[in-house]
Nanobody, 121 residues
Framework: QVQPVESGGGWVQAGGSLRLSCAAS????????MAWYRQPPGKQRELAAT???????NYADAVQGRFTISRDNVKNTVYLQMNSLKPEDTAVYYC???????????????WGQGTQVTVSS
């Protein structure tokens, strides 16, 4: 079974930095697009950043210029470097990946369990 697992969340003061990681484990044939979503308290889940298998990136306006998404295709891992954090960045951050498992050779939209990021003012 293929499962992305996030790590790196925590508490930080406004202006600080955090780096999230998400590693996909299991019998993986290929991974296409990867992304980070976030869900602030009491709000809907929203897209933060995406990265294609070739490294093309896209960011939500709210994080543009402060967050950087990257990936290591050998390690099946995606990262989110978050700088100049603001209290409004407080959310549960979820990893998402389009993974082709060896067992099925079909693309599946896989989600991690989420990691909490809290930014205090």
């Amino acid at each position: 079974q293929v499962q992305p697992v996030e790590s790196g969340g925590g508490w930080v003061q406004a202006g600080g930095s955090l780096r999230l990681s998400c590693a996909a484990s299991g019998s993986i044939f290929s991974i296409y697009a990867m992304a980070w979503y976030r869900q602030p308290p009491g709000k809907q889940r929203e897209l933060a950043a995406t990265i294609t298998s070739r490294g093309s990136t896209n960011y939500a306006d709210a994080v543009q210029g402060r967050f950087t998404i990257s990936r290591d295709n050998v390690k099946n891992t995606v990262y989110l470097q978050m700088n100049s954090l603001k209290p409004e960045d407080t959310a549960v951050y979820y990893c998402n990946a389009d993974i082709v498992a060896i067992a099925t050779l079909f693309v599946n939209d896989d989600w991690g369990q989420g990691t909490q990021v809290t930014v205090s003012s």
